[in-house]
């Protein structure tokens, strides 16, 4: 059992882009939230790092393997497990081994998702490459 998730862009970890969109407060600050796409909080055109944070807990009588399975990315993910990197996807399948890993009782769980630099430029559709343009003008 999950939740609830506490969403957070951390400014800090940021890459540079071109051109940067504001990000709400509440959101560089942390706040809680569903999964949901970040165009429903007036992201899209953001391109950069969310972390998202919450505490799972684990039965008694669990053994076994392990996974922690995303389901649809976009596009990487880095997952931390009380505190451990189990490491990062650049594609699917977002699978990470949690075997051994997970304790009974409560476990955190924090999930850092980076989407693409496309996002920051807007519509594709109205990019325009100077090399393309110098060469149609010749």
């Known amino acids: 059992e999950t939740g609830p998730w506490t969403v957070r862009f951390p400014p800090e970890a940021q890459p540079p882009v071109q051109f940067p969109a504001e ?5 560089a600050a942390g706040t809680t939230r569903g999964i949901e796409p970040w165009s429903a909080w007036g ?9 998202y944070a919450c505490e799972v807990s684990v039965p008694e009588g669990i053994d076994g393997p ?7 990315v976009l596009y990487s993910a880095q997952v931390w497990l009380n505190g451990e990197d189990l490491g990062a996807r650049l594609w699917p399948p977002h699978v990470f081994i949690a075997t051994g890993r ?4 409560a476990n955190e769980l924090r999930i850092r998702v980076a989407n693409l630099i496309n996002n920051s430029y807007g519509d594709p559709r109205q990019i325009r490459a100077p ?6 003008s010749q």
């Open 102 to 105: 997970l304790k009974q009782g």
């Open 43 to 51: 992201l899209d055109r953001f391109s950069g790092v969310c972390d």
């Open 131 to 136: 090399a393309h343009e110098a060469y149609r």
């Open 23 to 27: 990000v709400p407060a509440e959101l």
């Open 66 to 72: 392990c996974y922690l399975d995303l389901g649809t």
